[in-house]
């Protein structure tokens, strides 16, 4: 199926340019035939009135030919002119007809026809046939002309026509080829600005472009808009929420100093490991709003500037812990196409996690080819061999001890397969801890839509 507006606009002119140049070379050697038919049909016609004039009838019917008046072209046998008169049981043949006939109709007087038809040794024949009455006498006068020089001729023109008419194709080919790519400029510039827009280098479309795509652009701008502020009310409400939260945590914390609750251990301990895992869950989700919000919608992740900043913001949130971060990841390179804030929230989770359960260290190794390769690994406790798919399974937590909601490798496992990635868990050789090993391919994904920015807590 032809889906290029390009591909179509050049056949239907191709198709047309081929319909039109059939046609002149159709009419054109149409009117050559009928051109030269029509001089020797003149011809023919001046002949008759020759024979007619040469034609004598006596008192008893009798025709006669006086052959001095006869065009010394009618006397070369098989010469290719022909005359043949009828008067009454007499025929009157030319010498060049030798021993046969034209077989041509009698006409009445005052009647005219034109024939083609085969004569002698198999000759092409314009035959002009017409009646008279002489001396009281109807008689019928037939003159034909051979028709093979003039269809050599026409043959000769037919062909030189066709390699003019095949040289002017070409270049009304190549012209229009011209002409097409030209109007499709515009549409090549939009096609630009919309590879731009999905990288995020823009915000929306050039306004100036033809009227019959203009609509178009708007709508898309209109569109680009609409989300962009729905984004950032969604940001802003997530970063407003987790502000809002801080005030009534404070107040929970300060109850652990009521005296009222001195004497109640377990409910003191109780309300302090809910308070610090909320304290976590807040900070999680105020710095992930930093990080996103530091972008346009809609933008390509470059690994070489979104990965530090995810670095300093998970460093900041596990200060702690002075965690030492190896990082790998190429010097330079172009954005990949992939968008900017699920790149982010799937490194973010498995990095986060890597982080909740390291040590000291947390390695996190990318490379692009074909595919996005991220290989995240820590110096943690690790799991065994039966819980790596459990660990997978929304909710499924290995150690209730630790902070979070047991949504953070879901999450992830639903963003890979989404981007037909594949993601899998192993033990780390170099660390002792938790390898996870996330691959995404960088070609073929255009047609899978991007996933809504999410801004979840993860355990």
Known sequence: MMRSLQARLAAGLLLSLIAVFALSWFAMSRAIRTLSEDIIVSRLAHDVDTLLAAIRVDTSGKASLDSSQVPHVYRTPFG?????VTVADDVIRSRSLWDQNLATPVVRAGERRQLHQVGPQSQPLLVEVRGFTKGGNALSIAVAEELTPVESNIATFQR?????????????????????????????????????????????????????????????????????QRLARSRNALGDLAHALKTPLTILK??????ALAAHAQVLATLDTQTSSMQLLIDRVLARARIAGSGPPGSWFLPQTEIPALIDALNNLHRKKSLLFDVNIPATGEPLELDREDMLELLGNVMDNACKWAEKTVRLTVTTDEKLNIEIEDDGPGV??????????????????????????AIVNEIVTQYRGTISIESSKALGGLKVVLDIPLHGIHDVSATQSRVLPEG
């Open 384 to 409: 065994d061999d039966q819980a790596y798919e459990a660990i997978q399974q929304r909710g499924i937590r290995l150690d209730e001890t630790a902070e979070g909601q047991g949504l953070g490798l």
């Open 80 to 84: 290719g002119h022909y005359y043949e």
């Open 254 to 259: 300060r109850l652990q100093d009521d005296d």
């Open 160 to 228: 030189y026509f066709t390699i003019a008419a095949g040289i002017a194709l070409l270049m009304s080919i190549l012209l229009q080829i011209v002409i097409v790519r030209s109007g499709m400029r515009p549409l090549k510039r939009v096609q630009s600005e919309l590879r731009a827009l999905e990288r995020g280098a823009v915000s929306g479309l050039n306004t100036d472009v033809p009227t019959e795509v203009g609509p178009l652009v708007g709508e898309i701008n209109r569109l680009v808009g609409v989300l962009g």
